[in-house]
């Protein structure tokens, strides 16, 4: 259950889950399907992401806003040494309701238990017991070999997310396959699958163990703001997270962005920077 420090080749430290001894990650699902792909890809008839990287963008400019990310952006000076920590933003995005191109894997097989015996609800934004016992759930167990494990591959590259200032990915032991559009989880030579049926007694211990969902989704700031963010200013992004979007991609200018944001999805650029909200950071420094 513990973490290791590690130093970076961009100097900067992470926090990653202890693998040592370890051969396997996980990932739970209630249900199998024969496409496995992540969620920015789900959408067959989709061909162009904007809409969905820009939001991902926005939620990136919101958590440098947070003064503990600022600070350990900037470092700790600890005996006449600098350390500066790296945050994982894709990682995060991923975590907290963004489609993106990482498809979930964890280092505790416990998470992925709890995946496997649960279905999200997006009305209540809570996990359920998942209640129909007519198809099979799967479990999977990814193999990782080293030393190529985390070196960018054919259609794939792993990472892990490890302890952040938000603990969501802390908690579920969180690591990310990055998959390129048009392949298949399934198919990857390192992925092998367990099915099994589900039985719902069983299944309730299980929610039971892990607080109905709240040891992998603790309450959080991050949680309340970027709802908040979802459910009000869906059709405004800040013209920070167009920059962003500018420097990932060569060729794009500010204008060029907006006049896309506006024009195919009818979303507004304004110059503002993406905070969290007086109460909510009012209850943290409590």
Not at 17 to 22: A, K, L, V, W
Not at 45 to 58: P, V
Not at 248 to 262: C, M, Y
Not at 266 to 276: A, C, G, H, T
Request: aromatic share 16%; net charge neutral.
């Amino acid at each position: 259950d513990s973490f290791l420090v590690n130093h970076l080749k961009s100097g900067r430290f992470s926090l990653k889950p202890n693998m040592f001894g370890r051969k396997f990650l996980y990932r739970g699902q209630s249900e199998y399907y024969d496409i496995c792909v992540p969620s920015l890809f789900r959408d067959k008839n989709k061909t162009y992401f904007l809409d969905d990287m820009i939001r991902c963008q926005e939620f990136i400019v919101l958590c440098q806003s947070h003064p503990l990310v600022r600070l350990l952006d900037q470092g700790i000076d600890l005996w006449n040494d600098i350390f500066r920590f790296e945050m994982n933003y894709g990682g995060l995005a991923q975590h907290y309701y963004n489609k993106t191109s990482f498809l979930d894997l964890t280092s505790d097989i416990e998470a992925a238990k709890f995946f496997a015996v649960t279905d999200y609800d997006r009305k209540t934004d809570t996990y359920k017991v998942h209640d129909s016992t007519e198809k099979l759930g799967v479990l999977y167990y990814y193999e990782i070999s080293m030393p190529q494990a985390f070196q960018r591959q054919l259609g794939k590259a792993l990472s892990t997310i490890g302890k952040q200032v938000f603990m969501r990915s802390g908690q579920q032991h969180g690591y990310l396959l990055n998959m390129n559009k048009g392949t298949n989880f399934n198919e990857f030579p390192e992925v092998h699958k367990v099915f099994f049926r589900h039985i719902p007694p069983l299944e309730k211990e299980i929610f039971k163990a892990a607080d109905e969902g709240e040891k992998y989704f603790p309450s959080e700031m991050l949680q309340s703001m970027w709802m908040r963010k979802l459910k009000h200013h869906s059709s405004v992004v800040s013209l920070s997270a167009v920059k962003i979007n500018v420097e990932w991609n060569k060729g794009e200018t500010i204008e060029s962005v907006v006049k896309k944001l506006r024009d195919f999805y009818d979303i507004e650029v304004k110059d503002y920077i993406p905070k969290f909200d007086d109460d909510l950071i009012d209850q943290y420094y409590d």
